[in-house]
């Protein structure tokens, strides 16, 4: 099991940065892929970035040159670094954990964060 928890979230002004942080319950880096989803009310919960255990990133075209995930191995945190925010970018956030064997994979979630975006 892995509890995950998130952090950063908030009200910005359009234009504005916010950075989440997720924590993991022990250091999972080098064998699961971190991903942050958002989730806008009455819509469906969607990838917004993912790093691999590799390393190796990726974006939803909607984000892509504004936002960054990163992580520290040393603090043992996943970041979501948000730059110029817009009114769309408001959902709740959730930082995923995923672990793959064999066929399969297993997926861990934290509660979310909220981020609201608006003047």
């Known amino acids: 099991q892995v509890q995950l928890v998130e952090s950063g979230g908030g009200l910005v002004q359009p234009g504005g940065s916010l950075r989440l942080s997720c924590a993991p319950s022990r250091n999972i880096f080098s064998a699961y892929d971190m991903g942050w989803y958002r989730q806008a009310p009455g819509k469906q919960r969607d990838l917004v970035a993912v790093?691999?255990?590799?390393?190796?990133?990726n974006y939803a075209d909607s984000v892509k040159g504004r936002f960054t995930i990163s992580r520290d191995n040393v603090k043992n945190l996943v970041y979501l670094q948000m730059n110029s925010l817009k009114p769309e970018d408001t959902a709740d956030y959730y930082c995923n954990a995923r672990h793959y064997a064999l066929a399969t994979s297993y997926d861990y979630w934290g509660q979310g964060t909220q981020v609201t975006v608006a003047s």
């Open positions: 790093i691999s255990s590799g390393g190796r990133t």
